[in-house]
């Protein structure tokens, strides 16, 4: 446990910090979450809607420093791939 009081008012900063990253970190989740799965079950233009929402949520998340830019990027062009794989006429 912090003893000063300069670490206390840390540790409770911190705790506060993480309840807002966790909130706004399970919400992306649950949104790329959803556009995956909607991309898998092959109807374009909820998909489209939910990798929109996705990316959406990604960049805000990099906004507030939640998770890093290019680990937006990477999930964000995998969301887009996946979309336009499942687009394109099958052979």
């Not at 300069?6 to 556009?35: D, L």
Request: zero cysteines; aromatic letters at 0%; proline letters at 4%.
């Amino acid at each position: 446990m912090p003893i000063t009081k300069s670490a206390i008012k840390a540790m409770r900063v911190s705790a506060r910090k993480n309840e807002k990253n966790r909130a706004i970190r399970s919400a992306m989740k649950t949104k790329v979450t959803k556009a995956e799965s909607a991309v898998a079950a092959g109807k374009t233009e909820p998909a489209v809607e939910a990798v929109k929402g996705a990316a959406s949520a990604l960049d805000k998340a990099v906004i507030k420093g939640i998770i890093h830019p290019n680990n937006a990027a990477r999930r964000k062009s995998r969301l887009a791939k996946k979309l336009n794989q499942a687009a394109e006429p099958k052979k």
